[in-house]
């Protein structure tokens, strides 16, 4: 598998042929042709899962609207009068545009080509300005509705409610945090952030401005009304809140392209969301054939007694993880990690007394962070490439030791962001509680 994945064969396949390979070698060609008949079907084919292409339908068609440059520059707007204000904006805009996309590099890349020039240009360090590009999709991962919460919901068998919504209070604090650390910067070495005499200063913003700003982007709390309003309330379940999101973002990318060709902006956010989808549940499916490779060889709990037999704490046994995470992040994307080691890790969470509602948010945090890393990170690389453009880095050169240098500076937040998750599991608790209580206590779906 590891080889196939060394030799830049699709993820999905990498996964799927050693599995069968495997399969045939212990049980025989039934058991194969068994696993290539239900496997595909099984896996794919589950209520819980029909709220995937329904979310990246959302996301492709506010892509596809507009919204992800309106919010950009309403979040700059809002946020430009703070020292290094262009900074938190562009964190407080990737917080937002990451929850809705469905894909950190899709934001990542679109906030490069936005972001870097502005700040490039109001006097930030380059170092400054690519750090905080980088960082500023990762709690959108995390903010509902995030694809990766419920993929992990289907692996981990979990609900898929309570698993969303656990994810938006740690979602929001990381990106605080980075905002919070920026501002800090900004005080104590205001040449980062361009606040020198000889500065360039961006034009004054108005209030009247700002307001109008909002109204640009009225359609975005519309859609997380009708998302966690109706989670919240019991009158939808998570599937049917996903489905009238999504109706309600078609109805947004109409009217907001109405003088722009309306039908090819959806025809094109419907083809771009049945390829993603696609992609998603084939990578899924792979997953399911490791799986059951290893029930047959029993390696899963062989895993789990090794590491119970290690007397090894909770702590102790996350601790381990987040230096695993962060390598695998040097060579595979957060989905990838999430297939490849959660069906193992499973039996252990249970051992190790760690609830799996917490781990789902831990783990994809984990792998955005990987993804980040030195010396492989995939985001790193992809603002280096964005910054090659003249237009992107306005005549200064941006090296992949810049990029490297920034990622100092930032990942030890989130390594302490981390640590105060493993010490105080609750935060992923609060909101899938109040979701219980306020549907009565009914059994999420």
Partial sequence: MLVLIFLAVPVALALSIPSIVGVFAISGAPASMNILSTAPYNTVASWSFSVIPAFIFMGMLLTQSGMTTRIYTATDRWFSWLPGGIGVGTTAAGAGLASVSGSTIGMTYTLARAGLPEMLRMGYDRRM????????????????????????AGIASVPVGPQLVAGAVPGILIAITYAIFIL???????????????????????WGERFHSL???????????????????GVFTPTEAGAAAALTALALCIFYTRKNQPLKQVSQAAFAAVASTAAI???????????????????????????????????????????????????????????????????????????????????????????????VGILSFIVHGIAQDPEVNQGQKISLGDVFTSLVWFLPVSVVFLMIMIFFPEMTEVLPNLMESMSGGAPPE
């Fill in 129 to 152: 300005a690519v750090g905080t590009v980088i960082i500023a999709g990762l709690p959108g991962a995390l903010i509902p509705p995030s694809i990766l919460l419920v993929v992990y």
């Fill in 184 to 206: 800090i910067l900004a005080l104590i070495f205001p040449k980062l952030v361009g606040r020198t005499k000889d500065a360039k200063k961006g034009p004054k913003v108005t």
């Fill in 215 to 233: 109204g640009q982007v009225w359609g975005f709390p519309v859609i997380m009304i009708v998302l966690f309003g109706g989670l919240f309330s």
């Fill in 281 to 375: 549940f084939f990578i899924m499916i792979g997953a399911e054939m490791l799986t059951r490779l290893l029930a047959i060889t029993g390696l899963a709990q062989i895993v789990t007694d090794f590491i119970v037999g290690m007397g090894l704490g909770r702590i102790a046994f996350l601790m381990i993880l987040i230096v695993v995470y962060i390598i695998l992040g040097m060579f595979f994307d957060t989905l990838s990690m999430m297939l490849l080691t959660i069906p193992i890790l499973l039996p252990t969470l249970e051992a190790m007394d760690v609830n799996p509602l917490w781990f789902g948010v831990f783990v994809i945090l984990l792998g955005e962070l990987g993804m980040i890393t030195p010396p």
